[in-house]
C-alpha cells in the first residue's frame, strides 16, 4: 500500500511539476516571441524605407532619357540644364538608398553595385553629349548612337527592377513569417493554456506510470542528441565564421567556416587569445590596441558591437576584409562570454575595386582622347581663321591648307586608332587574305614614312637579307598598318642623326620582318606594358595616342604570330614579327 501511495505521490508531483512549467512557459515564451517578432518588423521597416524609392529612381532615369531625346531633337539646351537637377536627384536617391541598406545583408549592396555600374555605363555614352567639355558630342553624330543609348537604359531599368524585385521578394518573405510568427505564437500560448489546465486536473489524477516516464525520457534524450546535432549541422554549413569567447578573450569554440577563412584548426585557437591571434595589426601594419578591439569592447559593455569594415589575420599570415559583430552571452545581467561573428568581405571589395577600374577606364580614354585631339583641332581652327580673314599669296594659302589637311589626317589616324582597338578587343577584326611579296610590302612602308624620317632629320632605310621572294598570305593593309606603326615608334624614340633599319629575310619556314633602332631603348620593367593600350610611361613628352603597338599586337594575333621585343637602355630596340611563309 505504501509502494502505492509514494507511486501516487510521485505521479502526482509530477502532475504539479507539468502544470508549474506551463505556467512559467505561458509567462516567458511570449517575451521571447515577442522579441523575434521586433526583429522580423525591424526588418520589414528596413524594406518598407528601400522600396518606394525605386519608383522615384525609375522616374529620374525616365526623366532623363526624355531630356536626351528631347536634347537630340529640338537642340534646346534647358534640356540640358533639367538633366544635370535629374543627375543630381538620382545621386541624392542612390546614396539615400546606400544608406539604408547599410546594416541589411550583403546581397543587397552587391545588387547596388550592379545597378550603378549600370548607371555608369549607360553614362560613359550620352555624357559628351550632355555635360559638355573638350569633348562634347554634337546632336547630329549621338543619333547614331541612340540605339545602343537606349539598349543600355533599358539594361539600367532591368537591374533596377531586378533588384526591387529582390527587396519585394524579401519583404513578402518577412512578412509572411511575421504572420506565421503570431499565428505560432497565438497557438502555442493556447496550448500552454490547455497544458496548464491539464496539468491542474491531473494533479487530482493517478498520473502516469513508471514505465511511461522511462519511456518518455528515453524519448528525451533521443531529441536532445538530435537537437545537437541539427546545432551542429547548421553550424558547419554557415558560410560565415563563428568565435565562442570566454571572459578572458579566449576561444571556446571555431566552426568549421571560421576554421577554412582562418587557416586554424578548432585545437590550434582553442585556448588561446583571439585578439593576438587573428586581429592583433592593423592593415597599414601598426599594432591594434587590445582594449579598442571589439571583442573587448563587448565583453566589457555588456553590448553587441559591429563593425562593418575590418581586417582578420590568417595562420599564413596573410589578412582579409570582413564584416564583424561580437554579441555577449548573457545571463541575466551577468556577461558569460560572447560570439564573434565574421563575414568574408573579399568578393565584394573585388567588385567594388572593379567598379573603381571602369570608371579609371573611362576616365582614362576620355583624358588621352581629349589630349590628342586638342592640338590638331587647334591646328585646324587657326590655319582655317588665317586662310579666311587674311589676305594671302597662293603659296602660304597652299602652306596653311596643307597644314589643316596634316592635321586633319592625324584626327582621323586618331579615331582609326580608336575603331580598331575597339574591334581588336571585341574580336570582330576581319581579314582579307592575298599572296603578297613581304619585301615589296616593306618597301612601300618605308616608302611612306620617309618624310617624317627626313623631318626628323633622321636616316631610314631598307634591307633585304637573302633572296626572294618572300611570299606570304596576309591581309595586306592589315599587315601594311603593323610596319607603319612600329616604323613610326622606332621614329619617335630615335634622336636626330639616329639611324632606323627595316629588314626582312628568311628564317627557316618563315620570313621575319624587323625594324630596328639606335634609339634611347625601353627600360626593363616597362617591357610588358608596352602593348596596353594608351601606355606611354616610357616617353617624357607624351606624344601619341599610345595605340600604335595595341594594333601591331592585335593584328599580328589574328594573323596568328606575335612581335618580339629586343631593347637595351642607351643601344635601342629591335621589334621583329615573323610570317609563314606561303607555299
Request: with cysteine; glycine share 8%.
Amino acid at each position: 500500500m505504501s509502494t502505492i501511495n509514494r507511486t501516487s505521490g510521485s505521479r502526482w508531483i509530477i502532475a504539479l511539476v507539468v502544470s508549474f512549467t506551463s505556467l512559467l512557459f505561458l509567462a516567458l515564451v511570449p517575451v521571447l516571441l515577442e522579441r523575434q517578432e521586433a526583429q522580423i518588423q525591424r526588418e520589414i521597416a528596413d524594406f518598407s524605407a528601400a522600396r518606394p524609392m525605386f519608383p522615384e529612381i525609375a522616374l529620374v532615369h525616365s526623366r532623363q532619357m526624355m531630356r536626351i531625346e528631347q536634347y537630340v531633337s529640338s537642340g534646346d539646351s534647358d534640356f540640358i540644364v533639367l538633366y544635370q537637377s535629374d543627375l543630381r536627384r538620382e545621386q541624392e536617391l542612390l546614396n539615400d538608398l546606400r544608406r539604408i541598406i547599410t546594416g541589411m545583408s550583403t546581397i543587397y549592396r552587391s545588387e547596388l553595385a550592379l545597378v550603378e555600374l549600370k548607371v555608369n555605363n549607360w553614362k560613359v555614352l550620352h555624357s559628351p553629349l550632355m555635360d559638355g567639355g573638350p569633348l562634347m558630342t554634337t546632336r547630329e553624330s549621338f543619333v547614331e548612337k541612340m540605339e545602343d543609348d537606349r539598349a543600355r537604359y533599358t539594361e539600367l531599368q532591368e537591374a533596377a527592377r531586378n533588384f526591387e524585385d529582390l527587396l519585394i521578394r524579401d519583404a513578402a518573405v518577412s512578412s509572411s513569417k511575421l504572420d506565421s510568427q503570431r499565428r505560432w505564437k497565438f497557438w502555442f500560448t493556447v496550448g500552454l493554456i490547455l497544458l496548464s489546465i491539464s496539468g491542474a486536473v491531473a494533479m487530482g489524477i493517478v498520473g502516469i506510470s513508471l514505465q511511461d516516464l522511462a519511456r518518455n525520457e528515453r524519448k528525451r534524450r533521443q531529441e536532445t542528441v538530435a537537437a545537437r546535432r541539427e546545432v551542429r549541422a547548421v553550424l558547419r554549413g554557415t558560410g560565415d565564421g563563428l568565435i565562442g569567447l570566454g571572459m578572458d578573450g579566449t576561444c571556446s569554440f571555431l566552426n568549421e567556416a571560421g576554421s577554412r577563412l582562418l587557416g586554424y584548426s578548432k585545437h590550434e585557437l582553442k585556448g588561446k587569445s583571439v585578439h593576438k591571434m587573428i586581429h592583433h595589426t592593423r592593415w597599414d601594419g601598426s599594432a591594434y590596441p587590445e582594449d579598442q578591439c571589439p571583442v573587448q569592447l563587448s565583453l566589457e559593455s555588456g553590448d553587441t558591437v559591429k563593425i562593418l569594415d575590418d581586417f582578420l589575420w590568417r595562420k599564413d599570415g596573410t589578412a582579409f576584409p570582413v564584416q564583424l559583430s561580437v554579441s555577449p552571452m548573457m545571463d541575466g545581467l551577468k556577461v558569460l562570454g560572447a560570439v564573434l561573428t565574421f563575414t568574408d568581405m573579399t568578393e565584394i571589395r573585388e567588385t567594388e575595386e572593379a567598379l573603381k577600374g571602369a570608371i579609371a577606364a573611362r576616365d582614362e580614354v576620355l583624358a588621352v582622347v581629349s589630349h590628342d585631339l586638342r592640338n590638331p583641332v587647334g591646328t585646324i581652327a587657326a590655319a582655317a581663321e588665317l586662310v579666311a580673314d587674311v589676305p594671302l599669296s597662293p603659296e602660304r594659302r597652299d602652306e596653311h591648307l596643307s597644314t589643316i589637311r596634316r592635321a586633319a589626317d592625324r584626327v582621323n589616324r586618331l579615331i582609326q586608332d580608336l575603331l580598331d582597338v575597339a574591334k581588336i578587343e571585341a574580336g570582330k577584326i576581319s581579314l582579307e587574305f592575298s599572296t603578297e611579296e613581304l619585301g615589296e610590302l616593306t618597301r612601300e612602308a618605308v616608302t611612306q614614312a620617309q618624310w617624317l624620317a627626313e623631318q626628323e632629320e633622321i636616316s631610314l632605310s631598307f634591307r633585304g637579307v637573302g633572296r626572294g621572294p618572300f611570299n606570304v598570305s596576309v591581309d595586306r593593309n592589315k599587315i601594311l598598318q603593323v610596319m607603319s606603326n612600329l616604323i613610326e615608334n622606332a621614329l619617335k624614340f630615335t634622336g636626330k642623326g639616329g639611324v632606323v633599319t627595316v629588314s626582312v629575310e628568311r628564317k627557316g619556314d618563315s620570313i621575319s620582318v624587323s625594324v630596328t633602332d639606335n634609339g634611347v631603348g625601353i627600360e626593363p620593367q616597362v617591357v610588358d606594358n608596352l602593348f596596353d593600350r594608351f601606355w606611354q610611361g616610357h616617353r617624357k613628352d607624351g606624344k601619341g595616342s599610345g595605340l600604335g603597338l595595341t594594333i601591331v599586337k592585335g593584328i599580328l594575333e589574328v594573323h596568328g604570330t606575335t612581335v618580339d621585343v629586343d631593347t637595351e637602355v642607351g643601344k635601342g630596340s629591335s621589334f621583329e614579327f615573323r610570317l609563314s611563309e606561303a607555299v
